[in-house]
């Protein structure tokens, strides 16, 4: 941003352009998606299985899964993203050998959190 003394009209910007300049930087947000378990399968990554219809993929998504879900989520595929959420007693699935990557896991409510069959990494 170019700011020069005023009165030497040397192409001034002011506030007016710092507030614009702030307005068109971009922010991002972590975006949160709840398992409902209500797609065809089971799979973590059907979209279906996720309120709104879209699974987490990227590293700023957190995916929260509670006891409440019609299934347990597998693991079908490697997987990176911001973050998983817990609440009260869940189960879930690792299909094969796969590596799961998360920027934080909460286990929120008690209850037990249980990874069953497969492997992961």
Do not use: K, Q
Not at 89 to 111: D, E, K, N
Request: with cysteine.
């Amino acid at each position: 941003m170019r700011v020069s003394s005023a009165g030497t009209g040397t192409g001034m910007y002011g506030a007016a352009g710092i507030v614009l300049a702030c307005c068109l930087m971009a922010v991002t947000e972590a975006a949160n998606y709840t398992w409902s378990g209500g797609g065809g399968n089971s799979n973590f990554g059907t979209g279906s299985n996720w309120v709104g219809g879209t699974a987490p993929t990227g590293t700023d998504d957190i995916a929260i899964i509670d006891n409440t879900a019609v299934r347990t989520p597998t693991f079908n595929a490697d997987l990176t993203i911001g973050g998983i959420i817990l609440r009260g007693t869940v189960s879930l699935a690792v299909s094969g050998t796969r590596s799961l990557s998360f920027g934080f896991c909460y286990h929120l409510g008690g209850g037990v959190a249980t990874f069953t069959t497969g492997t992961s990494t």
